[in-house]
């Protein structure tokens, strides 16, 4: 990932959240989430960066960031509402949060010009990625 794009992440959080709830139980998508695909999505460095700021189940542990919490066994600690809560949009639970919003395109300042008016992940991506987490079970 080039370090303009790591800025560009970083930056997307500039907006207080309004609403506070802990989770978003309803499915973005018709179709179920594919956990296989939401895997290469999570692992996928350019197009996710999930693992700049996180650790899990995948090869190269000495190149994955620990700024957020370990992704292993999330799956265990939270229901899959909540994971989907925290992929669209963890500055609704912590403002001041670094995680990026994944599918929101309204209220971010200064956003990469590749992602301008529209979200980092599809809402098919997203479920994906909530389809793997929640298979993420602690031992
Ligand atoms: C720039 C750093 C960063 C990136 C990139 C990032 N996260 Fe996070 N994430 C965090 C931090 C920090 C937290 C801890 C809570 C907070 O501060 O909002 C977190 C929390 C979480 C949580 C809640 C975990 C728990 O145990 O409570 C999940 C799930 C999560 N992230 C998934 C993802 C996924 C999936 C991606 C990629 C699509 C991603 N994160 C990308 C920094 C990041």
Redesign the pocket.
Same mark, same amino acid.
């Given at each position: 990932m080039r370090a303009a794009d790591v800025l560009a @992440?970083?930056l997307m959080r500039a907006v207080p959240a309004l609403a506070a709830t802990d989770a978003i139980d309803a499915a973005l998508t018709a179709a179920p989430g594919d956990p296989a695909r939401g895997r290469q999505i #999570?692992a996928d460095r350019a197009l996710?960066?999930?693992l700049?700021?996180?650790t899990g189940p995948f090869p190269a542990p000495h190149l994955q960031g620990n700024?957020?919490?370990p992704?292993d066994g999330?799956g265990s600690?939270?229901s899959q509402g909540q994971?989907r809560l925290?992929?669209i949009d963890?500055r609704k639970?912590?403002p001041d949060?670094?995680?990026?919003p994944?599918y929101v395109t309204e209220g971010l300042n200064r956003t990469g010009r590749a992602w301008q008016g529209r979200p980092i @992940?599809s809402a098919q991506q997203i479920e994906d #990625?909530v389809a793997f987490?929640s298979t993420l079970r602690a031992p």
């Open positions: @992440l970083l #999570v996710s960066a999930c700049l700021c996180h700024i957020g919490p992704l999330v600690r939270l994971i925290r992929v963890a639970l912590n949060t670094v995680m990026p994944y @992940l #990625v987490l």
